[in-house]
């Protein structure tokens, strides 16, 4: 169901009194299946490996200092190691180890782009085809272009997602780009508050509803408008930026941050992308998202964790305290995103509980460019079919028994799509 206004359509989410969407009810009338999310947060050059570790299970999981962050919603988390993309090793450092990250496929040297489609677009292919919007594609730092001394395009190291073996999916870096296509926000009252132009229509949707799904209703509503109060921050500086751009002749992707638009703080720029991505699960507008934190070779800067190097190089002393305080910043991207899933309350459950987010890196150890294992989380129950609050360590099982592949098969097999094999894995993930 829509909220409709002049040119804005604001999706809702599910409301146990209108059950416009999700399975068909049960015998006893409880809803039906809900749908099930996808999605994959990245961040480039690794962790501090001495302070990413988790021990046991459930609510008495040990975490590791840079996994502090997840500590409230360990039980429904994943910690995950040992596995390695094959693709991604013994070809030389950063873009060959991230081009691949979740397609498994071989990267080709040189001008010409091939590689291979990724999960997620496998997945969007398939459950997308019952939303509006089949994925969202989201990055917080602008791609980078030309090409590393090992001869890989730097467009490997910008993108994750691959919609074809040659062709990268578009990136939505702007938070108000993002948030337009959220809502379908165009026109020329595309300045204008949604929730304005949705006023009538909500208030009398209000008066039709159950008292529990008001008070749900008015939640996700002061939601949108908080969201949307700091969009419009965002918004005003990227029209200043393109203007900029138009004088100076250049375009507004080579321009230094805050020059070409995106947020100045960081943590802004990806709080908004989280919460974007939760509303877009909240609605059911799309079922599956990547979100690119920062990329491989990333030059962003943390001054509030008083880091004084930006990303890349500070990746090459990952065993410092400096980079742990970063790998626990990232972690709490993921903590950030998955507590506002868990907030959102789904029939019995929550939209986290009907997900899965999945947190990767295209190496382990920075300083050593070490893609040998990748560290990976995950958090979400996909619904009941994926159990959580476990530690999973696949060293030293044998290279055909740790595939990032089969993990993606798995992941896939849950959602309901079975393609059978992808990148090097002929079956999914053993005991995942």
Aim: one cysteine or more; charged letters at 20%; aromatic letters at 8%.
């Amino acid at each position: 169901m829509f909220l409709r206004g002049a040119g804005v359509a604001m999706a809702l989410p599910w409301l146990e009194s209108l059950p416009a969407w999700g399975g068909a009810p049960t015998s006893d009338g409880a809803p039906g299946p809900f749908p099930k999310r996808f999605a994959a947060l990245f961040m480039g050059n690794g962790v501090n490996a001495r302070h990413w570790w988790a021990k046991g299970s459930g609510e008495s999981m040990e975490l590791g200092k840079s996994l502090e962050p997840m500590a409230p919603l360990k039980a429904k988390m994943n910690f995950i190691t040992g596995l390695f993309n094959k693709q991604a090793t013994g070809v030389g450092i950063h873009p060959g180890q991230t081009g691949n990250i979740l397609s498994g496929a071989a990267l080709t040297r040189g001008a010409e782009l091939k590689g291979g489609i990724s999960m997620d677009q496998v997945l969007a292919n398939h459950v997308g085809r019952d939303t509006i919007q089949p994925s969202m594609v989201l990055g917080c730092e602008q791609p980078i272009t030309g090409y590393h001394e090992t001869n890989f395009s730097m467009a490997y190291s910008s993108h994750i997602s691959w919609q074809n073996a040659t062709s990268p999916v578009p990136m939505e870096v702007y938070p108000s780009l993002a948030f337009d296509s959220l809502f379908e926000n165009r026109g020329s009252r595309r300045n204008q508050s949604i929730l304005d132009r949705v006023r009538d229509e909500a208030a009398s949707l209000a008066r039709r509803v159950s008292a529990s799904d008001k008070g749900k209703l008015e939640e996700y509503l002061g939601s949108v408008r908080e969201v949307e109060k700091r969009i419009e921050q965002t918004r005003a500086a990227q029209a200043k930026a393109e203007a900029n751009a138009k004088d100076r002749g250049r375009a507004v992707a080579f321009m230094p941050r805050p020059d070409n638009g995106l947020p100045e703080d960081i943590r802004e720029h990806m709080r908004l992308m989280c919460d974007i991505v939760a509303l877009g699960f909240q609605t059911d507008r799309t079922r599956v998202a990547t979100l690119l934190l920062c990329r491989d070779l990333s030059g962003l800067f943390y001054p509030f964790l008083d880091v004084r190097l930006a990303h890349h190089p500070a990746s090459h002393d990952d065993q410092s305290d400096a980079y742990e305080r970063v790998s626990r910043y990232y972690c709490g991207q993921l903590a950030y995103l998955a507590s506002r899933l868990d907030a959102m309350r789904e029939g019995d459950g929550s939209v986290l509980d009907h997900s899965c987010l999945l947190f990767i890196s295209n190496m382990w150890s920075g300083s050593k460019h070490d893609s040998s294992k990748v560290p990976v989380l995950t958090a979400g129950g996909l619904g009941g079919a994926l159990e959580t609050g476990r530690v999973l360590d696949y060293a030293g099982k044998g290279d055909d028994n740790r595939k990032l592949c089969g993990l993606y098969l798995s992941i896939m097999d849950r959602m309901g799509v079975k393609p059978g094999r992808f990148g090097d894995a002929e079956a999914p993930l053993a005991g995942f």
